[in-house]
């Protein structure tokens, strides 16, 4: 098909063309005018006689045509000289019209402006013929204003004790039908046609507001506006023409909605909303009938409007009628209607436009029923402060925090309508023109999760709006964790499968802490937890869902241990060795499950239990001996393995050692010396033979044996008043220093030095405290910044000191 520009932008490509046949011609009869000189000179006339070829001045004659002046830079110009005249003679009419009128009589007046519009009017024709056409538009420019004045001074002189807004509606809609003639006549000028679109916005408004009409009326006639704007803009002539009508479309169809919603919003019942609803239905036809003509662009943004408007006008007739909590269901059931576009044959961003304003529909109606789920999963951790209280006697009562919409099933029917949308996009069933979501894609995989946590947030709602007994809100929980886990052995990477176990895990916590009212609930929450989790996982074939479901089996057999200590009449620190009973039991599977995939985050879910035995064994240092040496033989099992040996060995020393630090403060041993010095010496035996293999390092056969005496007496020391013992204590120190130098060894010579340093402190720190008290005050912050500036300025030095350090001692063992 052969493209055809509008007349106006030809007009502009022709006037471009005249101006460069213009500079071509001239510069060929200059360069004809030199040859004709050059032959009619006289045979011995010098050659400083004959003038210049023009080709010295400017580009050769047969090269491209190149203007002296550029094309651009003298329609600029052009352009500014116009529409500097334009202005000053519209600012000089409006003077005239304003200001002066008085002077002359009635006659005059209407001569003067007579002839000047016509003028004005006749000119640009007269200037198009010429070729023209920028001054044309100038003058157009200045004849719509003076049409303008001349329906002012209509009113002024012929009509003074008319209304001012009914003549004005009329003059407008007058001034739009004139323009419309002129611009359809005419032809070649941008401005009247535009100029006319902007006229026709006002005459029905004008109408509307001089009847002193209601908000109905005044808002159909904005609506009917904006309907012709809308077809001005599918059938009008011109770019400029139609993105006018776009826009005058745009905010007098947004205006027009904007007053049946509010109509809609407070009508009474449903016979007052129908009106507001047949307003609003219309303007979404309208905004439909833009968006199936319009650009790609805008057709998406204009669908969705008309989705959101029809949306508005069906459920706000519901809404006169039903309590506000049912109103919610009623716009979300016609904003789940929309979704039957993805059935219809309709342009694709037409679709996708309607499709985006039921989801922004459905996403509204399912923040206002989140708020029911999260007083659900959240109120019950009000009981962590009162375990075993007593049952509470419904559901809302053991929330502890007040329940959005309490008594009505409105909440739980959004949740089940949003997550049956979803089940449907997750099923396939949803596609806009022929771009469907791809059954593999993430947002198929996104909507599958979505529907299972809504419909599991459903059930939660519904037990809770119903106020159910407690014990059937316990078992409904405990259910609901059991269907979540069913799901989970679905086979597949992502989607449903994943979002399984999450669930599950979030839905055991609520059901854990739910039955923390009644000891009875506790003990069969928890072991039922544990039942579930264990089963599902060994029945799962995904290894990451097997993993996650075999750690909350694990966590919740910390959490029934700890439930069965306290139930049975144990303390805290009595019940931690009970606790530790799930990490032996880990630590055996983690040995059988090796190879599998389960093995390390079972065993890391097992050191969880261990570090909360350790917690409540933390009040009572014996138990807490005795629970760091039990946790100190698990990890001696775990370091048979030679997979675990180099961590589970060097835990288990520092297990040991820490017990036996405890147990030494909790017997109220002054001296440690007696009780660690030949545990040491047995150590250095044992190290001694264990450093006969050479992969050995010097922490795993000598740090036990220096730290089960060292770190002690360096406690001791830092409580001593004596002298002896610091001195005892720096001279072994020094001495395993140099030991450590000598050997090459990084474990007595990080341990020494750090003892030694820590007990030279301790020694110079009555000393220090003392200097610092005569200092002044300005001492101690001058002294800082002097250091600051010496390392600063050795900055560089220090660093590749620090760094040599490090590489020396990374080369010891």
């Given at each position: 098909?052969?493209?055809?520009?509008?007349?106006?932008?030809e007009?502009?490509?022709?006037?471009?063309?005249?101006?460069?046949?213009?500079?071509r011609?001239?510069?060929?009869?200059?360069?004809?005018?030199?040859?004709?000189?050059?032959?009619?000179?006289?045979?011995?006339?010098?050659?400083?006689?004959?003038?210049?070829?023009?080709s010295?001045?400017?580009?050769?004659?047969?090269?491209?045509?190149?203007?002296?002046r550029?094309?651009?830079?003298?329609?600029?110009?052009?352009?500014?000289?116009?529409?500097?005249?334009?202005?000053?003679?519209?600012?000089?009419?409006?003077?005239?019209?304003?200001?002066?009128?008085?002077?002359?009589?009635?006659?005059?007046?209407?001569?003067?402006?007579?002839?000047?519009?016509?003028?004005?009017?006749?000119?640009?024709?007269?200037?198009?013929r010429?070729?023209?056409?920028?001054?044309?538009?100038?003058?157009?420019?200045?004849?719509?204003?003076?049409?303008?004045?001349?329906?002012?001074?209509?009113?002024?002189?012929?009509?003074?004790?008319?209304?001012?807004?009914?003549?004005?509606a009329?003059?407008?809609?007058?001034?739009?039908?004139?323009?419309?003639?002129?611009?359809?006549?005419?032809?070649?000028?941008r401005?009247?046609?535009?100029?006319?679109?902007?006229?026709?916005?006002?005459?029905?408004?004008?109408?509307?507001?001089?009847?002193?009409?209601?908000?109905?009326?005044?808002?159909?006639?904005?609506?009917?506006?904006?309907?012709?704007?809308?077809?001005?803009?599918?059938?009008?002539?011109?770019?400029?023409?139609?993105?006018?009508?776009?826009?005058?479309?745009?905010?007098?169809?947004?205006?027009?909605?904007?007053?049946?919603?509010?109509?809609?919003?407070?009508?009474?019942?449903?016979?007052?909303?129908?009106?507001?609803?047949?307003?609003?239905?219309?303007?979404a036809?309208?905004?439909?009938?833009?968006?199936?003509?319009?650009?790609?662009?805008?057709?998406?943004?204009?669908?969705?409007?008309?989705?959101?408007?029809?949306?508005?006008?069906?459920?706000?007739?519901?809404?006169?009628?039903l309590?506000?909590?049912?109103?919610?269901?009623?716009?979300?059931?016609?904003?789940?209607?929309?979704?039957?576009?993805a059935g219809?044959?309709?342009?694709e961003?037409?679709?996708?436009?309607?499709?985006?304003?039921?989801?922004?529909?459905?996403?509204?109606?399912?923040?206002?029923?989140?708020?029911?789920?999260?007083?659900?999963?959240?109120?019950?951790?009000?009981?962590?402060?009162?375990?075993?209280?007593?049952?509470?006697?419904?559901?809302?009562?053991?929330?502890?925090?007040?329940v959005?919409?309490?008594?009505?099933?409105?909440?739980?029917?959004?949740?089940?309508?949003?997550?049956?949308?979803?089940?449907?996009?997750y099923?396939?069933?949803?596609?806009?023109?022929?771009?469907?979501?791809?059954?593999?894609?993430?947002?198929r995989?996104?909507?599958?999760?979505?529907?299972?946590?809504?419909?599991?947030?459903?059930?939660?709602?519904?037990?809770?709006?119903?106020?159910?007994?407690?014990?059937?809100?316990?078992?409904?929980?405990?259910?609901?964790?059991?269907?979540?886990?069913?799901?989970?052995?679905?086979?597949?990477?992502?989607?449903?499968?994943?979002?399984?176990p999450?669930?599950?895990l979030?839905?055991?916590?609520?059901?854990?802490?739910?039955?923390?009212?009644?000891?009875?609930?506790?003990?069969?929450?928890?072991g039922?937890?544990?039942?579930?989790?264990?089963?599902?996982?060994?029945?799962?074939?995904?290894?990451?869902?097997?993993?996650?479901?075999?750690?909350?089996?694990?966590?919740?057999?910390?959490?029934?241990?700890?439930?069965?200590?306290?139930?049975?009449?144990?303390?805290?620190?009595?019940?931690?060795?009970?606790?530790?009973?799930?990490?032996?039991?880990?630590?055996?599977?983690?040995?059988?499950?090796r190879?599998?995939?389960?093995?390390m985050?079972?065993?890391?879910?097992?050191?969880?239990?261990?570090?909360?035995?350790?917690?409540?064994?933390?009040?009572?240092?014996?138990y807490?001996?005795?629970?760091?040496?039990?946790?100190?033989?698990?990890?001696?099992?775990?370091?048979?393995?030679?997979?675990?040996?180099?961590?589970?060995?060097?835990?288990?020393?520092?297990?040991?050692?820490?017990?036996?630090?405890?147990?030494?403060?909790?017997?109220?041993?002054?001296?440690?010396?007696?009780?660690?010095?030949?545990?040491?010496?047995?150590?250095?035996?044992?190290?001694?033979?264990?450093?006969?293999?050479?992969?050995?390092?010097?922490?795993?056969?000598?740090?036990?044996?220096?730290?089960?005496?060292?770190?002690?007496?360096?406690?001791?020391?830092?409580g001593?008043?004596?002298?002896?013992?610091?001195?005892?204590?720096?001279?072994?120190?020094?001495?395993?220093?140099?030991?450590?130098?000598?050997?090459?060894?990084?474990?007595?010579?990080?341990?020494?030095?750090?003892?030694?340093?820590?007990?030279?402190?301790?020694?110079?720190?009555?000393?220090?405290?003392q200097v610092?008290?005569?200092?002044?005050?300005?001492?101690?912050?001058?002294?800082?910044?002097?250091?600051?500036?010496?390392v600063?300025?050795?900055?560089?030095?220090?660093?590749?000191?620090?760094?040599?350090?490090?590489?020396?001692?990374?080369?010891?063992?």
């Amino acid at each position: 098909m052969e493209h055809l520009p509008p007349p106006a932008e030809e007009l502009a490509l022709l006037d471009r063309e005249l101006v460069r046949l213009d500079a071509r011609r001239l510069q060929l009869l200059n360069r004809r005018a030199w040859l004709l000189s050059v032959l009619r000179a006289p045979a011995g006339a010098p050659a400083s006689a004959v003038p210049p070829p023009p080709s010295a001045a400017g580009p050769r004659p047969w090269g491209p045509a190149t203007p002296a002046r550029p094309a651009d830079a003298s329609r600029g110009t052009r352009n500014v000289l116009l529409g500097l005249g334009g202005l000053l003679l519209t600012v000089a009419a409006i003077a005239f019209t304003l200001f002066s009128w008085g002077e002359m009589g009635i006659a005059g007046r209407s001569l003067v402006l007579a002839a000047v519009t016509a003028g004005a009017l006749v000119a640009p024709v007269l200037l198009l013929r010429r070729g023209l056409a920028a001054t044309a538009e100038s003058l157009a420019a200045v004849a719509v204003v003076l049409t303008v004045l001349d329906a002012y001074a209509l009113h002024a002189v012929a009509a003074p004790g008319t209304d001012g807004l009914r003549f004005s509606a009329v003059a407008s809609a007058v001034l739009a039908s004139a323009w419309t003639a002129y611009g359809l006549g005419v032809g070649r000028l941008r401005l009247p046609l535009p100029t006319a679109v902007v006229a026709g916005q006002l005459p029905l408004v004008l109408w509307a507001w001089a009847a002193d009409a209601s908000a109905s009326v005044f808002g159909w006639a904005l609506l009917v506006t904006a309907a012709a704007d809308v077809a001005v803009a599918v059938r009008g002539r011109g770019l400029a023409v139609r993105v006018t009508a776009c826009a005058g479309a745009s905010a007098t169809g947004l205006a027009a909605l904007g007053v049946g919603l509010g109509q809609s919003l407070a009508a009474a019942g449903p016979p007052a909303a129908v009106g507001p609803g047949v307003l609003l239905l219309a303007g979404a036809a309208v905004a439909l009938v833009g968006a199936w003509h319009a650009p790609k662009e805008t057709a998406a943004a204009a669908s969705a409007v008309a989705g959101l408007a029809a949306v508005a006008a069906v459920g706000g007739v519901a809404r006169a009628g039903l309590p506000w909590g049912w109103s919610v269901v009623g716009y979300l059931l016609c904003g789940a209607a929309l979704t039957a576009v993805a059935g219809l044959r309709v342009p694709e961003p037409v679709g996708r436009g309607v499709l985006g304003a039921s989801a922004a529909v459905v996403a509204g109606a399912l923040l206002w029923a989140l708020p029911v789920v999260a007083a659900v999963l959240l109120g019950p951790l009000s009981l962590v402060t009162e375990v075993w209280a007593g049952a509470p006697e419904g559901f809302r009562d053991a929330l502890g925090v007040p329940v959005p919409g309490a008594g009505s099933a409105a909440p739980p029917v959004v949740l089940g309508v949003v997550a049956a949308l979803l089940t449907a996009l997750y099923a396939g069933r949803l596609r806009v023109g022929t771009s469907p979501l791809a059954p593999g894609s993430a947002w198929r995989e996104a909507a599958g999760a979505g529907a299972l946590g809504l419909s599991w947030a459903a059930v939660l709602a519904l037990l809770a709006v119903a106020d159910v007994p407690y014990a059937l809100a316990v078992a409904g929980e405990l259910s609901l964790v059991a269907g979540l886990l069913l799901v989970s052995l679905r086979r597949g990477p992502g989607g449903v499968g994943t979002a399984g176990p999450a669930y599950a895990l979030a839905g055991s916590v609520s059901a854990g802490v739910l039955a923390l009212a009644t000891e009875p609930a506790t003990l069969a929450v928890s072991g039922a937890l544990v039942m579930l989790f264990a089963g599902a996982a060994a029945r799962s074939r995904v290894p990451v869902v097997r993993a996650v479901l075999a750690c909350g089996s694990v966590l919740w057999a910390v959490a029934a241990a700890t439930a069965a200590g306290a139930a049975v009449g144990l303390d805290p620190a009595g019940t931690a060795p009970l606790v530790l009973v799930v990490p032996a039991v880990t630590t055996v599977l983690g040995a059988r499950l090796r190879a599998d995939a389960v093995a390390m985050p079972v065993e890391a879910a097992g050191m969880c239990g261990a570090v909360v035995a350790v917690g409540l064994a933390a009040s009572d240092a014996p138990y807490l001996s005795l629970v760091l040496g039990l946790c100190g033989v698990l990890a001696t099992g775990s370091a048979l393995r030679p997979e675990r040996r180099r961590t589970a060995g060097a835990a288990a020393a520092a297990l040991f050692v820490a017990a036996a630090w405890v147990r030494l403060g909790a017997s109220g041993v002054t001296a440690p010396e007696a009780y660690t010095l030949p545990v040491s010496v047995a150590a250095f035996g044992v190290g001694a033979l264990r450093r006969r293999d050479a992969e050995a390092s010097s922490w795993v056969a000598y740090g036990p044996a220096l730290s089960v005496t060292m770190v002690p007496s360096l406690v001791a020391a830092w409580g001593d008043a004596h002298w002896l013992r610091p001195l005892l204590l720096g001279a072994a120190a020094l001495a395993v220093t140099l030991a450590g130098a000598r050997f090459r060894l990084r474990a007595p010579l990080v341990l020494g030095a750090s003892v030694l340093a820590l007990d030279g402190l301790h020694e110079l720190a009555p000393h220090v405290v003392q200097v610092f008290d005569a200092l002044p005050r300005w001492a101690p912050p001058a002294v800082a910044g002097l250091v600051l500036l010496a390392v600063g300025a050795t900055y560089e030095q220090r660093l590749r000191d620090a760094r040599r350090l490090k590489d020396a001692v990374g080369r010891m063992r």
